[in-house]
């Protein structure tokens, strides 16, 4: 499909250059340009434009936006700006744009822009997910890997995995990728960035999911800066339909921001016998002080013996806590695909484990409440 | 006491890795215990939120390092470490702990300084000082790293992503500059089922293991039900046997004498007591 723009821009300088970068991109016509709201809304629709490019650093514009969408219905409309505001985005994609970026001035920059929005629309409404461990070796890499896998599947989304363990992060390794941009260029660079342009940093595993890689040297978790980070994670919103984090075992800046950021917040066990769950307990203590933590955090057991309901209970009692999901013991397999650089998921696709994860991937798409019966 | 000429500073020994859940706290344990026999021991906990010290040896810890921080800030330099010990005791053996605060929030705000003072402290009331860590580079952990006389870098062959970690952890480590002697690689056999060949490991990293522990995890397990470390339960376990070997390596010669002069205070701990002025 040819892109057919009408492009509304206030200022005189940047109409000339943007009309520019539209008539030379392969694919894009320019029907259509105004300066004022008033002509675009009267005049463009004689030409039938399907993507509609809007100014929106113009007040008049930006107030707008509900106008255009009521009288272009059918046409995806693309917001632009000076630079990246996440309030800003929102609100445009709330009043009915498709996408919120900032002025293309390469022909590469707008397709990457218009064909990102125009294609699914910008997410608002992101289920960006914490995935904390009170120690290390809780599986929860793993489930991460597994979940995203299974998550893109079943809902057909846009997922993001975010590997914040900035030390040790494996999901390099999980998926078998050589990323050539990682969190710590994302984080360096994200001033300047729009979702549009991290996009890139994230090295894609399939068409659903993408995988913004860990730092390549331990050392460099010193130069990832909080604020950064938690940029980087408002900016994946828009991006993503499903964010999952994987951060660093315990309570340190990064793993606290990650849980203060995200929607929900998973902490994740693995039993061994020994005494992760009074460790787990003592996460969930802290993660009290969250507000709505009673809606926000959630536990997840890996490598169970017994995912029954009566195991379940035991688990729940003793916890204190309702349990969200239960992963079952399939260490081989997991063990196996890790190795191959596979995933448990597609190699076992009947298995319990694989079972188990994609429930929880349901409960997650259809935002049920997981609700815990007191024994 | 006091006298500079006599003055000697403690052995450190501490238990560092970059893959987790590979048996520090376990072995930190079993060490402590065995060294005990015939010297003077301090364990201290470093895994400050989730430490596992107080668990595995089911001590009733009145104070924790926490206490020693609050105290430090009040008297500064003259706070005296002693009276926030733990003492575990096993038929004729005994050690003390400083163990890892029962309060997050209390765990994430200890300083780095405060502990290079407590082990600075330390060194000079106890023959050996045993620190658990956890698995990662920290500001705490490097400097730590840092006062030790021997780290035991600990390793475990499950899979792949583990042995990257470790991978990371020994490049790591020679990028810091420690001296070859100081950073010992040390294999726990897990239970875990791998086709990963130990040669192979030991080819990526680029070292042979200095001492391997052989797999006995139920031995290990009913160590931790039972809240007694192997060494002084089932001596005879292999195991058991290969801790003590660990340990004989580190104390060398030296635990000979150590021993008589020890065995002349009569009472196992009746030394420890006396430093304590009880």
């Not at chain 1, 995203?148 to 590997?163: C, K, T």
């Not at chain 1, 390794?173 to 960035?193: C, G, H, Q």
């Not at chain 1, 597609?346 to 929880?360: A, F, G, Q």
Request: proline share 4%.
């Amino acid at each position: 499909m040819a892109y057919r723009i009408m492009l509304v821009e206030n200022d005189r300088l940047l109409l000339e250059q943007i009309a520019n970068v539209i008539s030379s991109t392969d694919g894009f016509e320019l029907v259509a340009r105004y300066q004022t709201v008033s002509d675009a809304l009267g005049q463009g629709s004689v030409f039938h434009p399907n993507i509609i490019m809007l100014d929106v650093d113009h007040p008049r514009a930006f107030a707008a936006i509900g106008t255009f969408h009521a009288n272009y219905p059918e046409t995806v409309i693309i917001c632009m700006g000076e630079e990246w505001q996440a309030d800003r985005a929102t609100h445009c994609v709330r009043s009915g744009a498709s996408g919120y970026i900032v002025r293309p001035s390469t022909t590469q920059e707008l397709k990457e822009s218009v064909e990102t929005y125009a294609k699914s629309g910008m997410e608002f409404a992101s289920e960006t997910m914490a995935f904390f461990s009170a120690k290390g070796k809780s599986g929860k890499s793993t489930l991460i890997a597994n979940l995203a896998l299974a998550l893109g599947r079943r809902s057909g989304e846009q997922v993001g995995i975010i590997d914040a363990d900035l030390q040790f992060g494996d999901m390099t390794v999980f998926f078998s990728l050589e990323p050539s941009m990682t969190i710590y260029e994302a984080v360096r660079d994200i001033k300047y960035l729009s979702p549009v342009t991290l996009k890139p940093y994230f090295t894609p595993v399939n068409d659903n999911v993408h995988v913004l890689c860990g730092t390549r040297t331990p050392n460099l978790i010193d130069r990832i800066s909080i604020e950064g980070f938690e940029s980087l994670l408002e900016m994946a919103q828009s991006l993503f339909r499903y964010v999952l984090i994987d951060i660093p075992p315990g309570f340190n800046p990064t793993s606290i921001a990650a849980v203060e950021k995200a929607k929900s917040t998973y902490v994740v066990t693995m039993l061994n016998g020994a005494y992760e769950i009074q460790h787990a307990q003592r996460a969930l203590e802290v993660m009290n002080s969250l507000d709505n933590h009673e809606e926000r955090v959630h536990t997840i057991f890996t490598r169970v013996q017994s995912t029954d309901i009566a195991a379940r209970h035991q688990l729940e009692t003793e916890l204190g806590y309702p349990v969200a999901a239960m992963i079952p013991n399939e260490y081989l397999t997991v063990s196996k695909a890790a190795n191959d650089g596979r995933m448990a998921v597609d190699i076992e696709p009947d298995s319990p484990l694989t079972r188990s994860v994609n429930k929880l991937a349901e409960t997650i798409m259809g935002k049920k409440h997981i609700r815990w019966a007191k024994p | 006491m006091g006298d500079q000429d006599n003055a000697r500073n403690g052995v450190v020994i501490t238990f560092f890795s970059t893959a987790s859940a590979v048996g520090k706290t376990l072995i930190a344990c079993n060490m402590a215990s065995e060294i005990a026999r015939n010297a003077t021991v301090c364990l201290v906990d470093l895994d400050l939120q989730f430490g596992d010290v107080a668990n595995y040896l089911q001590l009733q810890d009145e104070y924790t390092i926490a206490d020693v921080e609050r105290d430090m800030n009040v008297q500064g330099d003259s706070c005296e470490v002693a009276p926030f010990l733990t003492l575990y005791e096993h038929g004729q053996v005994a050690f003390y702990c400083l163990t890892s605060p029962k309060d997050v929030a209390e765990a994430y705000n200890i300083k780095t300084k405060t502990v290079q003072q407590i082990i600075r402290q330390l060194q000079s009331m106890f023959d050996y000082i045993i620190i658990d860590t956890t698995s990662m580079f920290s500001e705490l952990n490097l400097a730590m790293l840092d006062m030790s006389t021997i780290v035991n870098f600990l390793g475990i062959v499950d899979f792949i992503p583990t042995i990257k970690n470790m991978k990371i952890g020994t490049d790591t480590l020679k990028r810091l500059g420690y001296d070859t002697q100081k950073i010992r690689l040390v294999l726990n056999r897990s239970d875990s089922k791998t086709n990963i060949g130990m040669d192979d490991v030991e080819r990526v990293l680029g070292q042979p293991f200095y001492h391997i522990l052989p797999n006995d995890f139920r031995a290990a397990s009913q160590s931790i039900q039972d809240g007694v470390p192997l060494v002084l339960s089932n001596g005879s376990t292999r195991l058991a046997a290969s801790l003590r070997e660990l340990v004989d390596l580190y104390t060398d010669g030296r635990m000979g004498s150590r021993h008589q002069e020890h065995q002349d205070a009569a009472a196992s701990h009746s030394l420890l007591g006396r430093l304590f002025g009880r």
